[in-house]
Each structure stands twice: as C-alpha cells, then as structure tokens.
C-alpha cells in the first residue's frame, strides 16, 4: 500500500449544486454521504501516512467569483497534515500536466479513485491513471453515478473496484 494514492475527484459546491438540481436521480448515496464517506476515508488514509489529492473542477466559462464558489471543496482538510490539491478544467484529474509526474516522483504504482460522477470524472481518470501505466481502484461505496439507474452498469465498466471497508482493511 506505500505506493498508493487516494485522489477524491470533484467534492465541491458546484458538484453538490448539480446533484441537487441537474442530476436529481444522481446516486446511489446522497451527496451528503458521498462527502462523509470521503472525508472518513481521507482521513483514515492521510492516518496511515498515505499521499492524498483532492481534486476541483474549474470551469473556465464561468466568471472568477463564480468559479471560487463552485470549485469550493467541501471536504474538511485543516487537520491534516499534506493533502495535495490539483485543479482541473476537463473531467479527468490527469487532465492537469502537473499530476503525474508528481505521482511518479513519489513512486505511487496505483491510485484509488473516488468522487463524482463515476460516469465522468472518475471515469475518465481512472482510464487516463491506467492509460499511464497506473493500477486504479475505484470505490464503489464513495462514488455517485449522474442516476441510480446508471450506477450500476457504471461500476461493472472497472477492472478493480472494492468497498472502503475492504481498502482500509489493507491498511
């Protein structure tokens, strides 16, 4: 595990703002439990020494103030001691040039995937994670698809997927 990353894509105002009102079926948690699956887990794993990104979309049509608000995180990280921050402006977190190679310089072999929405962002980084030659792991259990519906035939697209109970027990 000393080679893994947890990355926490878009867990912010804006992603809320559109579960609740653009995704009205997104699930199959409800945000709230969505950020406090997240947040426990991020705080487990920053516990056991383990490298942790949290990543916000910034969409670049939208005016500065706009975007601040938007891209806010609304995970908790002023206890924790180095949480990594990535910015991005399309789906994927690799989308930004400065992840990789950060993630190589500090030996990470494979990274865990969580966050919203598995249908695109997760999705989209997991496949550019393995695209680089990284194993990722998605958690089925800290992740919202855009509907209920689509969840599960989301899931079944991933090679790895596990529990965060079955992750924290490799801890």
């Known amino acids: 595990m000393e080679k893994t990353a947890l990355v926490i894509i878009d867990l912010q105002a804006g992603s809320r703002w559109l579960a609740k009102h653009l995704f009205r079926q997104a699930g199959p948690l409800d945000f709230q439990t969505l950020v406090a699956n997240n947040q426990q887990l991020m705080t487990r794993w920053q516990a056991a020494g383990l490298p942790v990104i949290v990543v916000t979309m910034q969409p670049t049509l939208l005016s500065a103030g706009l975007q601040a608000r938007f891209s806010r995180s609304l995970l908790q990280t002023n206890q924790l001691k180095a949480v990594t921050y990535v910015k991005k402006t399309r789906p994927s977190a690799f989308s930004n040039p400065h992840l990789l190679p950060a ?31 990284l194993t990722a ?31 924290l027990a490799e801890l």
């Open 103 to 133: 993630l190589q310089a500090a030996g990470v072999q494979r990274v865990v995937v969580s966050g919203f929405t598995l249908d695109n962002g997760v999705r989209k980084t997991v496949s550019d994670a393995q695209a680089a030659g």
């Open 137 to 167: 792991v998605v958690l089925r259990d800290a992740t919202i698809a855009r509907s209920t519906k689509l969840f599960p035939s989301m899931v079944a697209t991933f090679d790895n997927v596990m529990t965060t109970t079955q992750l």
